[in-house]
T-cell receptor, first 111, second 116 residues
Framework: RKEVEQDPGPFNVPEGATVAFNCTYSNSASQSFFWYRQDCRKEPKLLMSVYSSGNEDGRFTAQLNRASQYISLLIRDSKLSDSATYLCVVTYNNAGNMLTFGGGTRLMVKP | GAGVSQSPSNKVTEKGKDVELRCDPISGHTALYWYRQSLGQGLEFLIYFQGNSAPDKSGLPSDRFSAERTGGSVSTLTIQRTQQEDSAVYLC??????????????FGPGTRLTVL
């Protein structure tokens, strides 16, 4: 079983739709949580950190459920420019802060 | 300011040859990481450098892989006797380890390695 699991998609949605991605992680020692965005043939870029209390950044809302070891990302009012692969990322209680990536969920927003 | 840079952007090599990939982290970032992303796979951690400490090599897939970080800045990832399964995008990331925003790793554009 992978340490961080995501539905690979693709999720095909029309512009303006609301779409949600889920991610589960297996290691209860996970410490920090992030969503990264990766465009085709580009490097990953941090989209947002995920906090236990939930956090929102414009059209994006992230939630963390430590008891269920589950992270979510909600995108409201999807734009064409949101089309990308969304990577769920966790770090563990170690000095290195190495990122452990999920396989990514591909989103395609269509006109 | 300047981000993480990597060179070359693309490298095509023949099986059995050695390759060197370079990473220039963001100035002042003391932590440096190498990851690789194979086609159809997620990113996997390879090696981590923090200041002058011994690197964490726990992610290196075989002893053909090695990395150095000279002067606490530039890093070189070397793959000896390359194999076709080494074909991947090799990504470098750096992180500031003091002050605010220390969780964030910033990635370079990667080196796309193709082993024929």
């Amino acid at each position: 079983r992978k340490e961080v699991e995501q539905d690979p998609g693709p999720f095909n949605v029309p512009e303006g739709a609301t779409v949600a991605f889920n991610c589960t992680y297996s290691n209860s020692a996970s410490q920090s949580f992030f969503w990264y965005r990766q465009d085709c043939r580009k490097e990953p870029k941090l989209l947002m950190s995920v906090y236990s209390s939930g956090n929102e950044d414009g059209r994006f809302t992230a939630q963390l459920n430590r008891a269920s070891q589950y992270i979510s990302l909600l995108i409201r009012d999807s734009k064409l420019s949101d089309s990308a692969t969304y990577l769920c990322v966790v770090t563990y209680n170690n000095a290195g802060n190495m990122l452990t990536f999920g396989g990514g969920t591909r989103l395609m927003v269509k006109p | 300011g300047a981000g993480v840079s990597q060179s070359p952007s693309n490298k095509v090599t023949e099986k059995g040859k050695d390759v060197e990939l370079r990473c220039d982290p963001i100035s002042g970032h003391t932590a440096l990481y190498w990851y690789r992303q194979s086609l159809g796979q997620g990113l996997e951690f390879l090696i981590y450098f923090q200041g002058n400490s011994a690197p964490d090599k726990s992610g290196l897939p075989s002893d053909r892989f090695s990395a150095e970080r000279t002067g606490g800045s530039v890093s070189t990832l070397t793959i000896q006797r390359t194999q076709q399964e080494d074909s991947a995008v090799y990504l470098c990331a750096s992180r500031r380890t003091s002050g605010s925003g220390t969780d964030t790793q910033y990635f370079g554009p990667g080196t796309r390695l193709t082993v024929l």
